[in-house]
């Protein structure tokens, strides 16, 4: 949500601070049977969020987390500021209101003052979530606001979880593939089930505001899935608007620039974008579940 890259490293950093003199047993709460991380949400904010007003046009990114959201979302504000034309004066006013507001990453991030506060943003207003439609406020489902779904192979996403969850300050570390293993498959990591999130996600498939892409897809051809996305979201650029974009939000490029734009967090966040083919996804589906879960899982 948040283009203030100062206001979203204080968040995580002071996050991180914090978490050292927090028992394990106390960096999680439950909300609906989900778990969430203690220090960046809570129970109170989740309530707070029914009250949410979406606009029709703001820009909306969905992923469970680690399908590549954090790329996405910058990739996005890459292709919304270009079709905007902000000039260097609007761009600084946008940055200040929302650290002025104290805005963060994510919708479900933050005190339960936070949406009050979003009211306030000028529109086009960005905003990302790791949440499946269940939990999402109900006007942003009712509203003509257009959601981008990211989804990733299941396998990549278990096993770059994995890294993130045992890096995390903020998260409580396994001590084995496969203690990790058997939370994620259960859902008992923090945003519940991938498994439930995708088959959630693909009850809406042929909803007109709602786009799906996969990170495979962004990955193979990455200026192809942009011009998809710019279309989906009506901004229009030129050839050398995408090929710059596509260059300026490379993994490599990211990777290199993660200390400026996330501070401590940039190491645990940008591991690899490596992809494992499809019949390896495939194969650690099967393994996971029954016949009859697998097919309905897919």
């Not at 979880?161 to 990591?189: C, I, Q, R």
Request: aromatic fraction near 14%; hydrophobic fraction near 40%; proline fraction near 5%.
């Amino acid at each position: 949500m948040s283009r203030n890259r100062e206001r979203f490293i204080e968040i995580l950093e002071n996050s991180f601070s914090q978490s050292e003199k927090i028992p394990p047993e106390n960096m999680l709460f439950s909300y609906r049977g989900i778990l969430y991380p203690a220090l960046l949400s809570s129970p109170e904010t989740f309530e707070a969020m029914k009250s949410f007003e979406a606009r029709s046009d703001d820009v909306i990114l969905a992923g469970y987390p680690k399908t590549g959201t954090n790329w996405l979302g910058q990739v996005v504000r890459e292709l919304e500021s270009t079709d905007a034309k902000y000039t260097e004066e609007e761009m600084k006013e946008r940055i200040n209101a929302e650290k002025k507001l104290e805005i963060f990453p994510r919708l479900e991030f933050g005190d339960p003052g936070i949406y009050e506060r979003l009211k306030k943003l000028p529109s086009r207003r960005i905003i990302l979530t790791h949440l499946p439609p269940h939990l999402l406020p109900p006007s942003i489902l009712q509203s003509k606001a257009k959601i981008l779904v990211l989804i990733r192979n299941p396998k990549d996403t278990a096993v770059s979880y994995y890294h993130f969850y045992n890096n995390m300050p903020l998260l409580v570390s396994f001590t084995s593939w496969d203690e990790y293993f058997a939370a994620f498959m259960s859902g008992k990591l923090t945003w519940g089930s991938y498994i439930d999130h995708l088959v959630e996600w693909n009850n809406y498939i042929d909803h007109e505001n709602i786009m799906m892409i996969s990170y495979e897809e962004l990955k193979e051809d990455q200026v192809l899935g942009m011009k998809k996305i710019a279309a989906f979201f009506g901004f229009s650029l030129c050839e050398e608007d995408f090929s710059r974009i596509a260059k300026k939000t490379s993994f490599q490029a990211m990777k290199e620039k993660s200390k400026e734009t996330h501070g401590k967090f940039g190491d645990i966040l940008f591991r690899t974008d490596k992809i494992q083919n499809i019949k390896d996804a495939a194969i650690f589906y099967f393994y996971s579940y029954s016949w009859d879960e697998y097919f309905t899982a897919l």
